[in-house]
């Protein structure tokens, strides 16, 4: 074995991904990175102590039309607005009530890197996404995509502060939020403003630029360049083209956010030390 894909709940990413680095494999990991921003900061030390590949599951970094905006960045745009929502978190489309698995589930293992253990659940299992203590929500789900690409676009990459607010989720137990605002100030004066929806009609993403009202579609979905550019990177052992480095700050921010929400105060970036201020 070469290589593991790792596809598991949030709260799985950080340990998996460091047991297989530590077990001399090389990774692709989906996105967020992981669960905390703690975990986040721990895997790019990870991966700048490693020899291993660390593809992340940023497939907009596959892309041609992101990838010409990469190596020529708009780094004139003083601000961007983005739109994105899914129906994720709609009645009809969440699964909720009782529900009879087709199969036995060894709930006791599957939460076993959570950091709160809880008896038997179905529930949980189908829609962990919405439960803090295994996923961030639409805010993760949705954003860190979203932010790679402006990221990609505008040449920005750490953020000087985050300040978002949320709806909370009306089903019963499901504590992350429904919908989001978010804004992001970076150090050289950018801004973006992030609207998320996990519960909308239908599908939707939006790019509007500040220079020209310009809207700019990016959402390009490029699984299957991305997955073989990893395979590639593997047997050559070049770098690929969404290491854990350049997808972190997208990652951070969207941690930020939540966090954000969580206190109802605007969360900082503290490039010097490297961690996040609440």
């Known amino acids: 074995m070469d290589a593991v894909i790792i596809a598991t709940p949030d709260f799985w990413h950080h340990r998996m991904a460091l047991e297989a680095l530590q ?9 967020p990175l992981s669960l905390t921003w ?4 721990e895997l790019a030390a990870a991966e700048r102590g490693s020899r291993r590949i660390i593809q992340v599951g940023s497939q907009r970094r596959s892309s041609r039309i992101v990838a010409q905006a990469d190596r020529q960045p708009l780094d004139d745009v003083r601000s961007m607005h983005a739109e994105r929502s899914s129906t994720d978190l709609r009645r009809s489309v969440l699964r909720r009530g009782r529900f009879k698995l087709p199969d036995p589930l060894n709930f006791a293992d599957w939460q076993a890197a959570a950091r709160v253990q809880v008896p038997y659940s179905p529930d949980r299992f189908l829609n962990w996404r919405f439960y803090s203590t295994y996923g961030g929500g639409i805010v993760t789900d949705l954003g860190c995509d979203v932010l790679d690409g402006i990221h990609m676009l505008t040449g920005v990459g750490f953020p000087l502060s985050v300040k978002a607010s949320g709806e909370p989720i009306t089903e019963p137990e499901l504590d992350t939020v429904q919908r989001a605002d978010i804004v992001v100030q970076y150090p050289g004066g950018q801004t973006v403003t992030l609207i998320l929806n996990g519960a909308a009609p ?5 790019w509007t630029l500040e220079e020209d009202g310009k809207r700019v579609e990016i959402s390009a979905v490029a699984t299957r360049r991305h997955l073989a550019n990893f395979f590639e990177c593997v047997r050559s052992h070049n770098p690929p083209d969404a290491t854990v480095g350049k997808t972190l700050p997208a990652t951070l921010i969207c941690q930020m956010a939540n966090l954000s929400i969580m ?16």
Not at 23 to 31: F, N
Request: positive net charge; hydrophobic residues 35%; without cysteine.
């Open 23 to 31: 077990a001399g494999k090389d990774v692709y990991l989906e996105r």
């Open 202 to 206: 239908r599908p939707l993403e939006r």
């Open 38 to 41: 703690q975990e986040a900061v």
């Open 263 to 278: 206190a109802n105060s605007q969360v900082r970036w503290n490039t010097k030390e490297f961690r996040v201020q609440v």
